[in-house]
């Protein structure tokens, strides 16, 4: 059978009438004067800069700042961006202006660096003691890149100016002290930036802090920042002592740090300090001995919701002793401070205590049901050393109402007043005895099954024994204790006592009341 031709099926027909229309459109530019060209994206020097078409050599021997100034420049020009071809670079230090995007091409090198070939590996001279990019604009994108401290202590990226940031597939990777410096950064979106073998048993491998004057650093979120292999600290947030140490609404999503630490007394992994509103969110944090999360507020400023820590599930586990001096003896340590909550968060690994509250840290801690702390040896879950502390405490403004049954197996302490209101529904009843001798009223109970006043009038004989039975409005599992007390003079002389059951108690008395007397009794019951 002949093979159709371009008009005899529905996909010929269109690519035909495609061709005629393109052959239209050529004539009428034709007739009109020459044809310009459309632009290619990947080459146009208004969209892409070629590093190497600037002298950039991807040897890794060859001091390429230069190169890279000139290709950012020219980028600079038209907001367009700079392509990177796989490679290693040798770079200096080069600042990104605004409306930039660097993008690295080939191989995916975020978490393998320079162990693979195909990608593109940014080596800092080893004698720089400045930054390697300086983001300092709007808009910067930094995509596809390994940065790589080949020796040099200085920070891989420093952030002085990161509004409306892009950050995505970055590695970087052996700094002996912090690799990434946030000065200021807002409004930004990072996805899987991964810090490794960077940082110092003092300097954190990622700090986010803020400028002493302008705006500061805030609306931050990051998703899936990973850090490892710090000797001391891996991630500062607001933390020192002065005023630039600050950052506001924080979002860290997917956190993933491990830290096996060095010396004897080691800082946190993750140092909280000076912030408002900070929340990690599925976070996996592994490492000591210090302290895997702490909140130390040294820095306070007159602003409203000040605090305000939130770690939303995920793990915090200590470091198996086998690959460390030990596992930490306190996983999150609140030193100074307020409102800091776990919800839903798993601890575990840990000699000393799960949480640790400093004498002078705020009232608003929470750790809610939903958390599982595992003790290890002869640790415990908190240890509270402020003057209130007695447990874990958790409160809710507007109240709180249990539907059903709640259980309490430790000590309970209750501060305020325990009030039991009656209802139709929950209140006892009472019913005369034969001591009361037929009394013409009634006797009336108002309360609960917990507690409340009982009233009777006795009628013209009444004897001693059993005056009155109350009768629970709910059983009890087990016979109770009860109270009764009396609660006017009249029945002040009397001899008053109890027979309990599951069901009912009586009130007894060892003589008689007057004929047509009066008497009222308060109860306690506890079951």
Partial sequence: MPSPTPSDSRRGFLAAGGLAAAGAVVGSLSSAGPAVAAADPETSPRVSVDVTEHGAKPDGKTDCTKAFAAAIAAAAVVRGRVVVPAGD???ESVTVPSLVKIQGLGADVSRYGA?????VNLKHRAASTQPMMIVNGNGITLENLGLQ??????????????????FERLQLSGVAGTALQVERVNNNLWTDVFVNNSGSASAAAVVFKSPKTGTNSNTITCVNLTIEGSPGPALDLGYGTSSDYFVEFVRLIALHVEALQKGVDPAGVVRIGNVRQVELVAPIIYGGPGPLVVHDQR???????????RVIGGAL????????????PVLVKLTRGDDFSLAGTRLGRFTKAGVELGATYGSRFLVDPTCRIQNWGGSVPLLDHRATGSGFAWAWPAGLSVGGDASFAGRTT??????TPATPEVSPTAAALAGLGKPTTA???AGTDTAGRISVTAGASPAKAGQVRVTFAEPFERRPTVMVTPATSSGGPRGVYVQASKSFFDVCLSSALQARGSADFNYVVIG
């Fill in 89 to 91: 670079y040798l770079i």
């Fill in 115 to 119: 162990s693979t070939s195909g990608g």
């Fill in 149 to 166: 401290g080949n020796g040099s202590a200085a920070p891989l990226i420093r952030v002085d100016n990161g509004f409306e940031s892009r």
């Fill in 299 to 309: 820095a306070a400023r007159s602003i409203e919701l000040w605090g305000g820590i």
């Fill in 317 to 328: 586990l200590g470091v198996d002793p086998a690959q460390a001096s030990g596992p930490s």
């Fill in 414 to 419: 209750i501060s305020g007043h325990l009030s």
């Fill in 443 to 445: 006797p009336t109970v």
